[in-house]
């Protein structure tokens, strides 16, 4: 493979992701298992109890408007950019440079805020099996093992994530069905779906909960130059792992409550010292303690699914920045035999090691600090993303109107989801420190990393225009055949 140096583009590799491997990568950075047991009791017990189905419904309906405008745009943009690619060549180069520093900033935060949670499960599961180390040892161990998937050729990666991802869907619906031919506590209700229990307790904050249970879905655009045919790839990988992901969490949390009963549902929930033991509960219920047992070694192997998932997202993004200027150009480079872009991978483990070495310095809890602060943070940047990649789609067909003529997905459904998607970001602001246990000056300070990072790219993407006008025109665009 050929340097930047010497004049060629250095490619991702081409043509080894087909439909199936490109949404598991991203189905897997959803974390299905670790969303079902970690997620969704928290949801009902902070949120809106018995509606969170409903919600989900609501969640699954939105992100399919969504995308309808998001692969409209992936059909005539592939780039591994993509969001920052789609704001670039949408509403232009200076916004482009903040949405790449923002999506920087959010995929190591979701991929670092995982491992707090991968830590701390890992220790808790060796520990029962009477090996006991600190989160953190498992932490490195786990960055590490991550740091050499990401390193190497992506297809492997895929092929990892597509057995782990299948055997975490497979012991969940084990249940699933449990509860189904049982009949759940006293008969199977669609109480879950109605409007009174959707708008009880707190539904904002339910639906972000729901919200972020899907965080990682997006990231399909991101394989678009190593996918084969990603005009076709993309979009069909996009629409089957949202309605993949939709209709399990609405199928299993109608089940969950269910199973323990709408009414009782949210006393149960108070009951417990850990809500994130609700489901393995369930399993001892309906199931038996045997799947309890497989059920905690694959929670273990979801958060690993989802920090590689991350990992992998988040090295792509630091390669094209440094591949169009924006970071310095020996970052956008790939190996010259795995065709992957192995300093970004490299930058990305060496960033994961010192945030996860300060929080275990500091005496910070893994979950309540690590994970929380951090995936809360790499949410809100990621629908900040979402919502810029909304309004790009408008302005990029109202610039190429014979491209896509169906105003639909050229405009109406676009502007939808833009303005659904302001609004979840307005809500996420006024409710960070309830959603991440921030109080006090990190309530607000970690919500604004995501606006330094915008100004801070921003910054970068006006630089470059000052000393490199041709680069700027470049950004966001496709890499010659």
């Known amino acids: 493979m050929t340097s930047v140096e010497n004049g060629e583009v250095n490619r991702l590799r081409k043509n080894s992701l087909g439909v199936g ?65 789609y704001t670039a060549r949408g509403l232009g180069g200076s916004l482009g440079g903040a949405a790449a520093l923002i999506a920087i900033l959010s995929y190591n935060a979701m991929q670092i805020g995982v491992f707090g949670m991968f830590g701390a ?49 497979l012991v969940v619906l084990v249940i699933d069905v449990a509860i189904l031919l049982k009949g759940g506590d006293s008969g199977l209700s669609l109480a879950p779906f109605t409007p009174s229990q959707i708008l009880s307790g707190s539904p904002a904050i339910g639906l972000l909960f729901c919200f972020a249970a899907f965080i990682g879905f997006e990231a399909t655009t991101i394989y678009s130059e190593e996918a084969r045919e990603p005009q076709r790839t993309v979009p069909r990988a996009t629409y089957i792992s949202v309605l993949i992901i939709g209709v399990f969490y609405m199928l299993t949390s109608w089940l969950m409550t269910n199973g323990e009963g709408v009414d009782k549902l949210v006393p149960a929930l108070k009951n417990l010292s850990d809500p994130t033991t609700f489901l393995f509960g369930l399993s001892d219920r309906y199931v038996g303690p045997m799947l309890t047992h497989l059920m905690s070694i694959l929670f273990v192997s979801s958060l690993f699914a989802g920090v590689l998932a991350f990992h992998n997202g988040t090295a792509r993004y630091f390669y094209v920045a440094g591949r169009e200027k924006l970071l310095p150009q020996a970052i956008g480079v790939t190996h010259p035999v795995f065709q992957s872009p192995h300093v970004g991978s490299l930058i990305q483990t060496a960033i994961a090691t010192v945030v996860v070495a300060l929080f275990a310095i500091t005496g910070q809890d893994p979950v309540l600090a690590l994970f929380s602060w951090l995936t809360n ?15 790009s789609v408008v302005a990029f067909f109202a610039a190429n109107p014979t491209l896509e003529p169906n105003a639909i997905k050229s405009k109406i459904f676009p502007v939808i989801a833009g303005l659904a998607l302001v609004f979840i970001i307005f809500e996420i602001v006024i409710n960070f420190g309830n959603l991440s246990g921030a109080s006090g000056v990190l309530g607000w300070l970690l919500p604004s990393l995501v606006l330094i990072a915008a100004v801070l790219g921003y910054i970068l993407a006006v630089s470059l225009k000052g000393r490199d006008a041709a680069a700027f025109a470049r950004l966001g665009q496709e890499l010659p055949n």
């Not at 902070?46 to 969640?59: K, R």
């Not at 808790?124 to 740091?147: D, N, Q």
């Open 21 to 85: 491997a490109v949404t598991f990568l991203v189905v897997s950075a959803a974390a299905p298992l670790t969303a079902v047991a970690g997620g969704v009791p928290l949801s009902m017990l902070m949120g809106n109890g018995a509606g969170i189905p409903g919600t989900f419904l609501i969640v699954t309906l939105l992100l399919l408007v969504f995308a309808v405008g998001y692969v409209a745009m992936a059909r005539h943009v592939a780039n591994a950019g993509a969001f920052y690619a």
């Open 377 to 391: 943070v790499g949410t809100l940047g990621i629908i900040v993303l979402m919502a810029l990649t909304s309004f």
């Open 121 to 169: 499960a890992t220790s808790g599961l060796f520990a029962s099996w009477g090996i006991t180390l600190p989160w953190w040892v498992w932490c490195f161990l786990g960055i590490a093992l991550v740091g050499v998937f990401g390193y190497r050729r992506v297809d492997l990666s895929a092929k990892v994530l597509t057995v782990l991802v299948l055997l975490e869907y």
